[in-house]
T-cell receptor, first 114, second 112 residues
Framework: DTGVSQNPRHKITKRGQNVTFRCDPI?????LYWYRQTLGQGPEFLTY????????KSRLLSDRFSAERPKGSFSTLEIQRTEQGDSAMYLC????????????FGSGTQLSVL | DAKTTQPPSMDCAEGRAANLPCNHS???????VYWYRQIHSQGPQYIIH???NNETNEMASLIITEDRKSSTLILPHATLRDTAVYYC?????????????FGTGTRLKVLA
């Protein structure tokens, strides 16, 4: 399978714990996006990378959230000191930069904070 | 904020055409219209996109009005598997960003 891969698929954690998610994009894609989605809402933009550079970060993203994309390949999203409000589906997407680029999404990581 | 407006829900009979409208009255000249859909518990899936001309692919057709202020996604023969949330997105470099901004979409239910 050469699609976007996200791990883990599900994560249950206790409030205050740190969690880290991983995203493996399609290999030749140079852009990588992170989104968050809660029930009944569309995906909400968090951040995106072009190669290893983080080009934009949502103002909604608190400093408890950090994302990295070392070497411009896989990416990790870490949430420190999780809160119940962080419970959501975290989606990763990758694309090849261009004027009419298409996003390819992974199946997401469902986070539940107890 | 999303730059598009879509009806929250629609029903369509199986085998009939599903026509999903989208308003994007503030679209700029170099912004594309994209459509994605999301089936329950999966990530969004790309359907089609266009700039000015109508487009067709194996999944759907996209009709963009001449003034580009609205568009319609057409699923020519809807099946039960087309039941999903459909998102219309306007994206380009006008605002200096390339991110996709999703709204709440249209929940399409295909009825047997």
């Amino acid at each position: 399978d050469t699609g976007v891969s996200q791990n883990p698929r599900h994560k249950i954690t206790k409030r205050g714990q740190n969690v880290t998610f991983r995203c493996d994009p399609i290999s030749e894609h140079n852009r990588l996006y992170w989104y968050r989605q809660t029930l009944g809402q569309g995906p909400e933009f968090l951040t995106y990378f072009q190669n290893e550079a983080q080009l934009e970060k949502s103002r909604l993203l608190s400093d408890r959230f950090s994302a990295e994309r070392p070497k411009g390949s896989f990416s990790t999203l870490e949430i420190q000191r999780t809160e119940q409000g962080d419970s959501a589906m975290y989606l990763c997407a990758s694309s090849l930069a261009g004027t009419s680029e298409k996003l390819f999404f992974g199946s997401g990581t469902q986070l539940s904070v107890l | 904020d999303a730059k598009t407006t879509q009806p929250p829900s629609m029903d369509c009979a199986e085998g009939r055409a599903a026509n999903l409208p989208c308003n994007h009255s503030t679209i700029s000249g170099n912004e594309y219209v994209y459509w994605y859909r999301q089936i329950h518990s999966q990530g969004p899936q790309y359907i089609i996109h266009g700039l000015k001309n109508n487009e067709t692919n194996e999944m759907a057709s996209l009709i963009i009005t001449e003034d580009r202020k609205s568009s319609t996604l057409i699923l020519p023969h809807a099946t039960l598997r087309d039941t999903a949330v459909y998102y219309c997105i306007v994206r380009g470099s006008t605002s200096g960003t390339y991110k996709y901004i999703f709204g709440t979409g249209t929940r399409l239910k295909v009825l047997a």
